[in-house]
């Protein structure tokens, strides 16, 4: 799962088993980090950590968009003058590293979407700054919204009928809410987002959650913005901690992976994201505690040796 302040995307109805996740994701797709803001070095610190700490994933070549996919969100005279550095992007500069990336990350949400569609899995993108950039002008570090170039492509693409914008960033999407306004996309995009629909104190947005991923049922796909500043010690953000943050994506995959038949209710609480190898082990023997039988005598000189 992206915490990169992008997206993960999946369909409604699951066909077999993953063995790894596809991300969506290029060297491409990075620039240089711009001023105070570390978001579009992002991916590959993200990938490189994944990698790193031995988690399943696949890395997949994304294709990028083309001036008319960001257009289908965008003033044409905005994404040509972006592209041509004589528009700031959504760092307020004219940086040539960030207009070289920008076709490959919007690219990568809206290959990581066909992909999951075509799947029926979760696929991934490890992406940087998209739900602030508006019609004709970037903001908040985001100068193309690649949630709606995705939405807009899949739609004239015959993809999608109905699709779901689930957006956990600390932050409202305003970008995103102005495009599907201006699209006249409301009839058939459901959008959530911070700011609209939950509240920003821990207990009451993690209980809300699970009433909100059900409110996407009957779409054909949902992309995630599964953001990292809601994190404490985000300088932006504030109000999970580790182990908030690791349940809110808990809930959003258990509410649509359950819906959709891709994993039994029971075994997904066995999903758990732990670093320490004492915690590890701690996991393992709890997970026995509840089960119906004993442990066996090597496990339990295993306990007793820690």
């Known amino acids: 799962m992206d915490r990169s302040g992008g997206g993960v995307e999946r369909e409604r109805t699951g066909r077999g088993q993953l063995d790894a996740i596809p991300v969506c994701y290029s060297p491409e797709q990075v620039a240089e980090p711009q001023g ?13 950590s994944w990698r790193a700490q031995g988690y399943p994933i696949r890395v997949l070549e994304p294709r990028p968009v083309t001036p008319d996919d960001l257009a289908l969100a965008h003033d044409r005279r905005y994404v040509e003058d972006v592209l041509a550095l004589r528009e700031p992007n959504g760092f307020g500069n004219r940086s040539p590293s960030v207009a070289r990336s920008l076709p490959w990350t919007s690219g990568a949400m809206l290959s990581a979407a066909l992909a999951a569609l075509e799947s029926g899995q979760v ?35 015959g993809r999608v009928a109905r699709l779901g914008i689930l957006d956990c960033d600390q932050h409202y999407g305003d970008g995103t809410d102005e495009i599907i306004d201006r699209s006249h996309a409301r009839g058939w995009i459901r959008h959530v987002t911070a700011g609209r629909g939950y509240q920003h104190v821990a207990k009451p947005f993690l209980a809300a959650l699970p009433g909100v991923v059900e409110s996407f049922e009957g779409c054909d796909l949902l992309l995630y913005q599964a953001g990292a500043d809601p994190h404490v010690d985000d300088p932006l953000g504030g109000f999970l901690d ?11 995959f258990r509410g649509r992976l359950v819906a959709d038949g891709m994993i039994n209710a029971d075994d997904i ?14 996991a393992i023997f709890k997970h026995y505690e509840t089960r119906a039988f004993d442990r066996l005598p090597e496990e339990h000189e295993l306990l007793l040796n820690l």
């Open 123 to 157: 696929a991934c993108a490890p992406c940087s700054g998209f739900h602030h950039a508006r019609y004709d002008a970037g903001a908040g570090f985001c100068t193309f919204n690649g949630l709606m170039v995705t939405a807009l492509k899949l739609k004239a693409l």
């Open 242 to 252: 580790d182990d908030q943050l690791a349940e809110r994506d808990r809930i959003v």
């Open 269 to 282: 609480a066995l999903l758990q994201v732990i670093d320490e190898p004492e915690k590890v082990v701690e």
């Open 36 to 48: 105070a803001s570390p978001s579009a070095s992002k991916p590959r610190q993200v990938v490189e």
